[in-house]
């Protein structure tokens, strides 16, 4: 509200239910669902059978009575005729709800399909951004329930999915109100089985959610309190998860970490610093979108510390960072440290863009790329970064 | 999960949408909502005439073509007849949705009623406790809207609804998920006309949600999060709304708490404090809620300071109190000093009992009829109070 510019005026709308805790994937044989039969989503990898996941899934819908059906083709950035196809699968095959069971890719898939299996057309009529045509979703979406195996995107607990267009290189986030998932089951103990790196990566990624969320415009003092506690688990136990997998104190830290960082997702937003990853890995699809982040972000962070610095001041002292007993002008640069220290203490300082084929010379397409399909993501910006400025914090960032 | 007794493991579900700040009541006119006909359910008082809130109210809902009717019966501690009357005005007028505007006492009448709109019998055949004979609520309710002038219970953000049966002496909370409101409107202006002493007891009654809901069996890492800010708010901002009901920066400190409170009601649970209070209550419903708390909270807190001294390390830690200088055994005991002096700074030192005509002869009747009408609560606390202490804690708390 203009007339009150200096007081908070915010939403909050998390509809979600979540179950959080070891062990507790076992309720999903008796808490209430939404129909007798459920598509399945899963990852092209065989992760959600080798590890037996998706048969524990399987028998615990059947043990009630609940037909399921699978859909098995998710790719890491999951593209859009998967969702095309998922779709007609759970239309095919009348299926009452979708569950997403996997990583952020799966999840996102889940809801993606679960809309397009009510609406009419291509997935991409409904996009905002980019070559998308923006049309209103006239019905909805199947109800969603998300499993997640990892602890990364914080999907599980907000209305958000991204699908990549391969053939215009496009990368772009959408959401309803009916693609918040009715029920996400957060159990940690399916994140045993993450493998170090990508634990790095998607602790990361729950991290910068939680970052970028506390100095978005979006900002407010319910998501502050979701990104403090985010970022602070996170620089407590996720150099522990990475080091050992098996140490499930660790994993339950980032796993909640994750999901305060998917409340964050539903009460804050991402800024700028997730459109010029995206664009990294819409052209680069081998970078793990949190390796994306990690080699931005020293470069990004920096760079609103200037332009922003009381948010940043808050962000060092949510850190543990001594902000009170620092110069006033060092005060600012504290949270970049921190940042900078856990990076090394996860080993991810070693991060290259050359080793994953980024060229110097493409710096500019990239930049001009993440305000072309996320460019909603800038207007989250407290600061307006120019393109020249976009460019030169890739060149920053580029080794 | 017995297997992991030291990992969190916890539910989180709070449908509501929230649209929290000065100036967006006027919202009412756009937001989606859910019908063409809305009963709304005010107090029995003049001030939501008075002040214009109920014909600010209508004109959004009719400038939108929405017809409503007006229930206005609601006592300050809201009776079972009411809930009554108000469900078959509901049903008569073909309703779609029900409107709580007002405290905290409109809102749960509000809920009660839109329950009783839907189901058969009466409205103690759904209660549990007391004489409530526990049946399934087999129809859910109407969807409910919750606009809050006064920042005190926090029910516009949780199921419960309390309840008084006056023939039996009982005042019992329920709530199912569908008593969740659907869309909860927080605006500080419609704060403004609260008179100090309400916005005192009610200011407390935010407070003491939040330090239950703290020390309770129930409280997960993210009712924390909420009681914690909902406490510092408080201790904040309470004494200066108090004293300036015109300073909306503290009205909107206030408010948040409250809103905070609330979540905290739906993640974690109020304790026993709750129970003696409605008792007291029940008997001598004179006695606003928010006081009855203020006077029985520096022996509740302290007893229970005693017998789980951590949390209370942690509670004084969250008031700002300086634990790690005091000597260990004074650590536990810092949070009822704070308590004791935010009660001094709000003007609240000088409530006793007997001026709202509690005989001392009679604790004991009062004792029990807390565990019998609300004997749900003991079992939130982390330490089981015996009757013998229950009497002992009203007895310090008599003047």
């Known amino acids: 509200m ?55 899934v399987q028998d615990l819908l059947g ?73 209103p979703v006239p019905n909805g979406a199947l109800p969603i329930v998300a499993i997640t195996t990892t602890a990364g995107t914080g999907t599980e607990v907000d209305p958000w999915t991204v699908i990549t267009r391969p053939e215009t290189n496009e990368k772009i986030g959408f959401g309803i109100p009916e693609t918040f998932p009715k029920l996400a089951i957060v159990d940690p ?19 910068f959610h939680a970052a970028e969320g506390f100095i978005a415009t979006a900002a407010s003092p319910v998501s502050d309190l979701f990104a403090a506690r985010s970022m602070q688990l996170l620089q407590k136990s996720l150099a522990a998860a990475v080091r050992d997998g098996s140490d499930l104190q660790a994993r339950t830290d980032v796993a909640l970490a994750n999901t305060l960082s998917g409340f964050v997702e539903s009460t804050s937003s991402c800024t700028s610093e997730h459109s010029l990853e995206h664009a990294l890995s819409a052209f680069h699809p081998n970078i793990p979108h949190g390796a994306g982040l990690i080699m931005l972000s020293e470069a990004y962070f920096s760079l609103f510390s ?27 640069k504290l949270f970049v440290k ?14 290259k863009m050359s080793d994953f084929g980024i060229r110097e010379d493409e710096l500019e397409v990239l930049a001009a790329n993440a305000r072309e399909t996320m460019g909603g993501l800038f207007s989250m910006d407290r600061y307006a970064l120019s393109d020249a400025e976009c460019v030169e914090l890739l060149r920053r960032s580029y080794r």
Chains 1, 2 share one sequence.
């Open 338 to 351: 921190a940042l900078r220290a856990m990076i090394r203490a996860c080993g991810a300082d070693t991060l």
């Open 189 to 207: 103990e399916l994140m045993l089985s993450v493998p170090s790196d990508m634990t790095l990566y998607q602790g990361f990624d729950a991290f």
């Open 306 to 332: 200037e332009k922003i610095p009381d948010r940043f001041i808050e962000l060092g002292r949510i850190m543990g960072m001594d902000v009170d007993q620092a110069e006033v002008s060092e005060r600012p």
């Open 63 to 135: 043990s009630r009575g609940i037909d399921s059906v699978v859909f098995d083709r998710i790719l890491p950035n999951p593209i859009l005729d998967h969702v095309t196809q998922g779709a007609q699968l759970a239309r095919e095959q009348h299926c009452d709800f979708v569950i997403g069971l996997g990583g952020g890719s799966s999840i996102d898939s889940a809801k993606s399909i679960a809309l397009m299996a009510q609406n009419p057309g291509n997935y991409w009529d409904y996009i905002h951004g980019g070559s998308g045509k923006g049309a």
């Open 2 to 56: 203009n007339e009150h510019a200096d007081l908070p005026s915010f939403d909050v709308h998390i509809p979600t239910r979540v179950l959080f805790g070891a062990g507790r994937l076992k309720e999903l044989g008796v808490v209430p669902l939404y129909g007798k039969k459920a598509l399945i989503v899963i990852s092209s990898g065989s992760s959600m059978r080798r590890f037996g996941y998706l048969k524990q």
